[in-house]
């Protein structure tokens, strides 16, 4: 399995978010569970089948993050190259089919927001502009080809 880079901030707030989906919100739907067993005939107790499928849908995230923390790679910002697209960059682009101009900061798991501009430095846009400069850059991504010619590289 592939790493999974991420700021030490961002794996302090998964292990949190850990730490609640385990506490808090399993013992909240355990409770439920119990309460739900305790009306009755449990083959046609919605109430009862909801909160086992919720309980469900919650080890599935714990588990899946906790996967995340497991293949977690600390990045040390202090560390990182400054003269190319690289982990914690802020990219500005020229979108060559549309004629516009974006800015995408590349980012590890935990900070990712596409609506902000924050994209994952593991997704396809994030892995094409990686170690470039100044570059025209084509990247394939599931819809087609993407080019960009990067404007300016900055680390903020």
């Known amino acids: 399995m592939s790493s999974v880079p991420m700021t030490r901030e961002a794996y302090q707030r998964k ?44 080890q599935a995230k714990i588990n899946q993050v906790k996967g995340e923390l497991s293949r977690a790679q600390i990045i ?28 995408m900061t590349l980012v590890g798991a935990g900070d990712e927001n596409y609506d902000v501009g924050k994209y994952l430095i593991t997704s396809p846009i994030g892995q094409g502009l990686l170690g470039k400069v100044d570059d025209l850059v084509e990247i394939e991504v599931p819809a087609g080809t993407m080019r960009f010619k990067i404007l300016e590289i900055r680390y903020d």
């Open 15 to 58: 292990r949190a978010e850990v730490e609640l989906m385990e506490g808090d919100q399993m013992s909240a739907i355990t409770e439920k569970i119990a309460e739900a067993r305790a009306e009755g005939d449990l083959k046609e107790n919605a109430e009862y089948h909801a909160q086992r499928e919720a309980q469900g849908l919650l």
């Open 76 to 103: 040390d910002m202090a560390n990182v190259p400054r003269d190319e697209v690289a982990f914690g960059a802020t990219v500005k682009v020229l979108d060559l089919d549309f004629d516009d101009e974006e800015e």
